[in-house]
C-alpha cells in the first residue's frame, strides 16, 4: 500500500550497523541503548522509519536471535544475523580491500589478481552478506517503503532489491569519499560493483568532489554518459546528488551546559592548568593520520623547546577494526611514536601526548571538545569527519581553533577553499582574540555554502567566538605555523 495523503512515507534505513548496542543479560534477554546521532535524529523526524542491519553482536542459538529480534523491534529495528559471513565479508572485503581503495590508498599488495584465493573468498562473503540484507528486506518491505541503503558494505544491495521488484524505490549514500579512477580501477570487481550501485534511483555523496569522482569513474570504466543529473545508461538515469551530512549541533550545546560537564571542564582545565591543549578525536584508523599528527608534534617540540613543557597533545583514539591486520599495525606504530615522544620530550611530572586507546563517555567528549585550545583533525582522506563539526558546536565559551585537514570533506562543507587563503592570518588568532573583522568575514563566506550546510553553520557560528581554520596539509607541517 502507498502511504495515505499525510501519512509519513515509510523508509527502511539499511546499514551494515544497528544504531544500537546490545548485550545479553540472560538466554532470552537483551539490554539495548540506542545510539544517537546525526542521522538517527535527521531523518526520524520526517520519516516514519525501520532500521536494517547488523545489531553488532554475534548470536548463534535461535533463541537469542529471538529474543534480541523482539527486543529490537520495540526500537523500529531489524536484524540482519552475519555470524557465518561475517569475518570474510566485513574484516576482507569491506575493511581489507574497499575501504582503502575509497580512501585513495589503492589495494594491499596480496590482492591484486583476481585469481588471489583469499580476495576470491572475501569477495563471495561480500555478495552473500548483501544477499542476506536483501532476505530480510524482503521479510519486511511494504509496497511503497523507500529503501535507503547507506555506504560501502552494501554495494550490490541496490542491484538485488531491483532485481526482486524493479518499482521499489532505492537510494543509496556513501559515507566515504570516492577516489579518481586511477585508483578505483585497481579494484578486480570495479564493473559489477557500479553497475548495481547504478540500478538504484539516487545515488548521495558527501562532497562534489566526490560524486564527481563517482561519475567519470563509470564514465570511464563502463562508458556510461555523465550528465549533470548524473548517468544515463540507455536512457535509464540514476540521479547523483550531494547530500553533506551534519551533526545536531543543539544536543553538544544543550550537553556543555549540564552541571555535571561543567564540573568536568573544570577539572580538566585545573589539570591541564598553565598548558595548551591540543585535542584529536579519532577512530584508529590509518585514513585519520595519527602518526602523522604525532610526527608534526614531534617536530613541533623538536624545533620549539620553549613550548616542551606549555602544550599538552590529548589524544582520544577508539579502536575499530581490530580484526583487519593493517588496523593491527597502525596501533603498534602509534604506541611506538607516543612512547619515543614521551620518553623524548616528557619529565616525572608532564608528558606531552595523553594517548587513550579507547572511547570516552558523551559528556566527557563534551567537555574535552569545549575546553580544547586547539581540535587537530589530520585526516589523510576523509568522507566528511563530524568531529570537527562538533568540537565547533561545543566551543562556547573558549576560543578554540579547529585545524581541519582539506582531505576531509569537512573541509570543503565548511568553506575550506573561501578560507584556505586566509589560512594564515587566523592562525594568528590562536592564542590572542579573534577580532570582529574577522568574524564577520567568516560568516559572510558561511553564507555562500548550500542550503543544508548553511543550518548547520549557522548554528555552530551562533558564538562568535569561535572560529574555524583550514589547513592545506596533514599537521606534520602546522604546529610551528600555529605559535
Ligand atoms: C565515517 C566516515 C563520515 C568518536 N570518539 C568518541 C565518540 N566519537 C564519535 C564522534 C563522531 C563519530 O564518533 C565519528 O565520526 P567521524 O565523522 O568523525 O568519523 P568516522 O567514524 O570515520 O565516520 C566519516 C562519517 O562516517 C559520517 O558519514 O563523516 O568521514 O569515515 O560523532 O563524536 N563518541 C563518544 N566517545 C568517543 O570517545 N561518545
Not at 241 to 265: N, S, W, Y
Not at 442 to 463: F, H, I, Q, R
Amino acid at each position: 500500500m502507498t502511504p495515505a495523503c499525510g501519512e509519513r512515507p515509510k523508509l527502511l534505513v539499511v546499514a551494515n550497523r544497528l544504531p544500537v548496542s546490545a548485550k545479553r543479560t540472560g538466554e532470552n534477554s537483551w539490554f539495548l541503548e540506542m545510539s544517537p546521532g546525526g542521522l538517527v535524529s535527521g531523518v526520524t523526524a520526517q520519516f516514519d522509519t525501520k532500521w536494517v542491519g547488523w545489531p553488532g553482536v554475534d548470536v548463534y542459538d535461535e533463541v537469542g536471535k529471538n529474543a534480541l529480534s523482539k527486543a529490537l523491534a520495540e526500537m523500529k529495528c531489524i536484524p540482519v544475523f552475519l555470524e557465518e559471513v561475517f569475518d570474510q565479508y566485513y574484516n576482507g572485503y569491506c575493511n581489507g580491500i574497499l575501504w582503502p581503495i575509497l580512501h585513495h590508498m589503492g589495494l594491499p599488495q596480496d590482492d591484486h589478481h583476481d585469481t588471489n584465493k583469499t580476495s576470491q573468498t572475501q569477495y563471495d562473503a561480500y555478495k552473500k552478506a548483501n544477499r542476506l540484507f536483501l532476505d530480510v528486506i524482503i521479510d519486511n518491505y511494504e509496497e511503497g517503503d523507500i529503501v535507503w541503503c547507506h555506504d560501502y558494505h552494501l554495494m550490490f544491495l541496490p542491484q538485488y532489491l531491483k532485481e526482486y521488484n524493479s518499482k521499489i524505490k532505492v537510494g543509496w549514500f556513501l559515507h566515504s569519499p570516492f577516489p579518481s579512477s586511477e585508483v578505483y580501477k585497481t579494484l578486480p570487481s570495479r564493473s559489477e560493483l557500479l553497475r548495481s550501485v547504478l540500478t538504484a534511483d539516487l545515488l548521495g555523496f558527501h562532497t562534489y568532489d566526490f560524486a564527481r569522482h563517482f561519475v567519470s569513474t563509470c564514465t570511464r570504466i563502463l562508458g556510461v554518459e555523465g550528465t549533470h543529473e548524473g548517468i544515463v545508461d540507455q536512457g535509464r538515469v540514476t540521479r547523483v546528488a550531494v547530500f553533506p551530512i551534519g551533526i545536531d549541533p543543539d544536543r553538544f550545546i544543550r550537553t556543555c551546559k549540564l552541571p555535571e560537564v561543567i564540573q568536568q571542564m573544570n577539572e580538566l582545565k585545573e589539570r591541564f592548568s598553565g598548558k595548551k591543549v591540543i585535542l584529536g578525536v579519532d577512530r584508529l584508523d590509518m585514513i585519520k593520520g595519527i602518526p602523522q599528527k604525532y610526527l608534526g608534534f614531534e617536530k613541533f617540540l623538536e624545533e620549539n623547546p620553549n613550548w616542551r613543557h606549555k602544550v599538552v597533545l590529548v589524544q582520544i583514539a577508539v579502536p575499530t577494526r581490530n580484526g583487519v591486520p593493517e588496523y593491527q599495525k597502525v596501533k603498534t606504530q602509534v604506541h611506538g611514536l607516543v612512547g619515543r615522544i614521551n620518553g623524548r620530550f616528557g619529565s616525572v611530572s608532564s608528558l606531552p601526548i595523553h594517548h587513550l586507546d579507547c572511547s570516552v563517555n558523551f559528556n566527557y567528549l563534551c567537555a574535552l571538545y569545549a575546553i580544547a585550545d586547539v581540535m587537530l583533525v589530520t585526516s589523510l582522506r576523509d568522507g566528511m569527519n563530524l568531529v570537527s563539526y562538533e568540537f565547533v558546536a561545543c566551543q562556547e565559551a573558549e576560543k578554540g581553533v579547529l585545524v581541519l585537514s582539506e582531505f576531509a570533506g569537512a573541509g570543503q562543507s565548511l568553506g575550506a577553499g573561501a578560507l584556505l587563503s586566509k589560512n594564515r592570518l587566523i592562525i594568528l588568532g590562536f592564542f590572542g582574540t579573534l577580532t570582529e573583522p574577522m568574524h564577520r568575514r567568516t560568516k559572510e563566506m558561511d553564507l555562500k555554502l548550500n542550503p543544508e550546510v548553511k543550518g548547520t553553520l549557522e548554528a555552530l557560528c551562533n558564538d562568535p567566538k569561535t572560529t574555524v581554520v583550514v589547513l592545506s596539509r596533514t599537521g606534520r607541517n602546522i604546529l610551528d605555523q600555529i605559535f
